[in-house]
T-cell receptor, first 110, second 112 residues
Framework: KNEVEQSPQNLTAQEGEFITINCSYS?????LHWLQQHPGGGIVSLFM???GKKKHGRLIATINIQEKHSSLHITASHPRDSAVYIC????????????FGTGTLLAVQP | DAGVIQSPRHEVTEMGQEVTLRCKPI?????LFWYRQTMMRGLELLIY????????DSGMPEDRFSAKMPNASFSTLKIQPSEPRDSAVYFC??????????FGPGTRLTVT
């Protein structure tokens, strides 16, 4: 079993829909990242959070440390949101290693 | 700042050849990471440096892989000899102690 699990693996939505991607992890962490990767493209860090909730534009990320769970929400989705979304955790302790989930492939259709 | 710079962006080489990938981190960042991304295994950490010193190289696949960081503004990842299974996208990333990682555009390596 992977230390970081994401669901769903694939998601197709219609433009305008509210989207949720989930991430569960089994290790103690100091922080969690949400990353975005467009097809054939580079990786962009969307959020780094260790508690509560963060919002940037149409994107919202939440984390529940007790439940070892995080969600990424996209409001009013748009075709340009189509990408792979990757959850990654920094395990607790004196380390900077990221442990990656397998990613969620999102396709937003017009 | 120009962000993390990687070169080359694409590399095609024949099996057995030496490959060198290069990375320039963001100025002022004291952590540098090398990652490999494949369809089968996703993103994997190969090695990371702090203040030019390798801290964790447990992800380096085997002795054919080596990485150096001679100064704060430059790092290399070398594969010698290369094999077809090394074909992947290699990302470099950098960060400061308390903030998120910034990724470079990646180098797409194809070994034939």
């Amino acid at each position: 079993k992977n230390e970081v699990e994401q669901s769903p693996q694939n998601l197709t939505a219609q433009e305008g829909e509210f989207i949720t991607i989930n991430c569960s992890y089994s290790v103690g962490i100091s922080a969690l990242h949400w990353l975005q990767q467009h097809p054939g493209g580079g990786i962009v860090s969307l959020f780094m959070l260790s508690s509560g909730k963060k919002k940037h534009g149409r994107l919202i990320a939440t984390i529940n440390i007790q439940e070892k769970h995080s969600s990424l929400h996209i409001t009013a989705s748009h075709p340009r949101d189509s990408a792979v979304y990757i959850c990654a955790v920094i395990s607790g302790g004196a380390t900077n290693k990221l442990i990656f989930g397998t990613g969620t492939l999102l396709a937003v259709q017009p | 700042d120009a962000g993390v710079i990687q070169s080359p962006r694409h590399e095609v080489t024949e099996m057995g050849q030496e490959v060198t990938l290069r990375c320039k981190p963001i100025s002022g960042h004291d952590y540098l990471f090398w990652y490999r991304q494949t369809m089968m295994r996703g993103l994997e950490l190969l090695i990371y440096f702090n203040n030019n010193v390798p801290i964790d190289d447990s992800g380096m696949p085997e002795d054919r892989f080596s990485a150096k960081m001679p100064n704060a503004s430059f790092s290399t990842l070398k594969i010698q000899p290369s094999e077809p299974r090394d074909s992947a996208v290699y990302f470099c990333a950098s960060k400061t102690a308390t903030y998120e990682q910034y990724f470079g555009p990646g180098t797409r390596l194809t070994v034939t």
